[in-house]
């Protein structure tokens, strides 16, 4: 009975330790802690742009991960609960939207969604961009603010930059309304911007930087401690944060990402009920598969030789080679070690063919497509490590081969 009450309370505690790691307002909730924070000027800047009916423009600029989409977020969430008939939002993307054309179709797609108008396809760019200079015209009538989030800004400064300079240049008149927020990892964004597009920039940024080792534990806490009004026990409560704070002992910020903490809280070991950097350790392992190393498990015998063949053949500094190549190297080492592995060519080039059919290996140019596949030139796709262990890992893998490589990398 009292390990069944245990394995209860421990369950408890993984439901509301999910939950918190679901809901994306508590995780990032530790970014509003400070007036000083990229969240707290943000939101200054656009809640002031939207009160005071004034034209704005702003960069967040950081390397991927370190916050940017989420303080985006948390600052247009809040705003709208704020100034829910003052808002109109437009999101473009440049992995989508870089081009000119494709980007004012859907601002225009977008604005009429927004404003329950009816959009035509059939619209040239010059129509999609006199709509938006109206839209944003009207909607400063209304006093209504227009927000355009541009992610991937710097894929927008590519090319002619026609949407940026017909944005920008819109929002110099005093009838418009609207707040154009890039977000870019690249930290000379501003400067990609021509002559025309920089002098219509208000040149506002916000620099995100990686978060240290002291913050990622902070985090970690904020989202793995137990507080006392979680409805759990209070010894519970009191002996599992002393154990996870124990566990940061043998802190790693490697082990702390999003889904890595999510995959360690759902191994949680219900029978002791805690959590350990057992759990992270081997959630980490199982989120950092290697398809390649998957691939290299389910190998014959026969594919490994051509691989170990093909790497001789590279270390040989021999700069092309084919199947017959290949070949020629395999019967040269029956001859030398007297193996019994020996196959029959049309069997060693099915084997080929599906090595190239797995892409461990592939053509090394595209010129002799007319050619015969065994006169083709080859390369390998894979690392020496990476063959290395996978035949360390191959349990029927013969001596010889192991012997071979380790051969040919330390000589």
């Known amino acids: 009975m009292a390990a069944a009450a245990a394995e209860s309370v421990a369950s408890q505690a993984q439901a509301v330790l999910r939950a918190r790691l679901c809901d994306p307002s508590f995780v ?22 939207v009160s005071e009916a004034c034209n704005n423009s702003v960069l967040l600029l ?39 054309n494709c980007a004012m179709k859907e601002i225009a797609r977008q604005l009429c969604l927004e404003h329950q108008l009816s959009f035509s396809k ?17 909607c400063g009538l209304a006093h209504k603010t227009i927000l355009f989030v541009l992610e991937e800004f710097d894929l927008f400064a590519q090319g002619k930059q026609r949407l ?20 870019s990892c690249r930290l000379d964004a501003d400067q990609l911007l021509e002559k025309r597009v920089r002098s219509r920039f208000s040149h506002r940024k916000l620099l995100f930087v990686p ?40 802190y790693d910020p ?23 950097m057992e759990n992270f350790v081997i959630a980490l392992s199982s989120m950092q598969r290697q398809p390649k190393m998957d691939s290299l498990q389910d190998l014959s015998i026969l ?10 053949l590279e270390d040989k500094e021999q700069s092309s080679y084919n199947f017959t190549s290949i070949m020629k190297e395999y019967r040269s080492i029956q001859e030398a070690y007297k193996t019994s592995d020996k196959y029959a060519s049309t069997v ?30 080859v390369k390998l796709l894979i690392s020496s490590r990476e063959l290395a262990q996978s035949l360390k890992l191959n349990t029927t893998c013969p001596a010889v081969l192991q012997k071979l490589l380790d051969r040919e990398r330390y000589m």
């Open 28 to 49: 990032h909730s530790a970014l509003r802690s400070s007036p000083d924070t990229n969240y707290s000027k943000l939101k200054y800047l656009v809640a002031s742009s």
């Open 62 to 100: 950081g390397p991927r991960g370190c916050g940017k989409a989420a303080v985006v977020d948390m600052v247009l969430d809040d705003l709208k609960k704020e100034h829910p008939d003052a808002i109109s939002l437009i999101r473009l993307n440049g992995m989508l939207h870089s081009d000119d």
């Open 122 to 138: 059939m619209a040239s760019s010059d129509d999609n961009t006199e709509f938006m200079i109206d839209m944003l015209r009207e």
């Open 164 to 183: 940026l300079y017909s944005l920008l240049d819109a929002m110099q008149s005093l009838t418009s309304q609207a707040v154009v927020i890039g977000v």
């Open 211 to 250: 978060s240290s080792m002291d913050d990622i534990q902070r985090l970690v806490e904020h989202l793995l401690m137990l507080a006392k009004d979680s409805g759990l026990p209070a010894k519970y409560i009191t002996d599992y944060n002393a154990r996870l704070t124990v566990s940061f002992v043998q």
């Open 254 to 276: 490697s082990l702390y990402y999003a889904c890595n903490i999510f995959r360690a809280v759902s191994d949680m070991n219900m029978e002791s009920g805690f959590l350990s």
């Open 303 to 312: 594919e490994l030789y051509i691989l170990v063949c093909m790497y001789r």
């Open 348 to 377: 060693c080039f099915r084997a080929f063919e599906h090595l190239l059919d797995r892409e461990l290996i592939s053509f090394a140019d595209s010129k002799g497509r007319n050619q015969a596949l065994e006169y083709r030139p």
